[in-house]
Nanobody, 123 residues
Framework: QVQLVESGGGLVQAGGSLRLSCAASGRSFSFSVYAMGWFRQAPGKEREFVAG????????AYADSVKGRFTISRDNARNTVYLQMNSLKPEDTAVYYC??????????????WGQGTQVTVSS
C-alpha cells in the first residue's frame, strides 16, 4: 500500500508561482524505483496528465499546456516529488493529484494516487 500526500496548493494571482509537494510512504514501497507524476482535474473536465518524471530523474515529460512554465523534480532521499509552477494562468485552476507507478519502457502504470490539492489562479 502506497500513501501519497500532496501539499502546497492555494490561491494565487495570475502570473504568480506555487510549488506542490507530494510525500510518499508505505510498507515495502521503494520510492526510488517508481515513476512519479502530476495530474489535474478542472471542474467539468476529465483528469489530465501534467508532468511525469522517471525513477532516476533522468527524464521528464510535460503536457504542452505547461511546458516552459512547470518543472517536475524529485528527491529520492526524502521520498518526495515536487511541481514548481510559474507564470500561472487562470486555466491552471484545478485539483492537482500526485501519482506513482512502475514504468515499462516509455509507459507508466499509474497505480497509486493522492487525494489532491486545490490550486486556484485568479485573473
Amino acid at each position: 500500500q502506497v500513501q501519497l500526500v500532496e501539499s502546497g496548493g492555494g490561491l494565487v494571482q495570475a502570473g504568480g508561482s506555487l510549488r506542490l509537494s507530494c510525500a510518499a510512504s508505505g510498507r515495502s514501497f521503494s520510492f526510488s524505483v517508481y515513476a512519479m507524476g502530476w495530474f489535474r482535474q478542472a471542474p467539468g473536465k476529465e483528469r489530465e496528465f501534467v508532468a511525469g518524471i522517471s525513477w532516476s530523474a533522468g527524464s521528464a515529460a510535460y503536457a504542452d499546456s505547461v511546458k516552459g512554465r512547470f518543472t517536475i523534480s524529485r528527491d529520492n532521499a526524502r521520498n518526495t516529488v515536487y511541481l514548481q509552477m510559474n507564470s500561472l494562468k487562470p486555466e491552471d485552476t484545478a485539483v492537482y493529484y500526485c501519482a506513482a507507478g512502475p514504468s515499462s519502457g516509455s509507459s507508466v502504470s499509474w497505480t497509486s494516487w493522492g487525494q489532491g490539492t486545490q490550486v486556484t489562479v485568479s485573473s
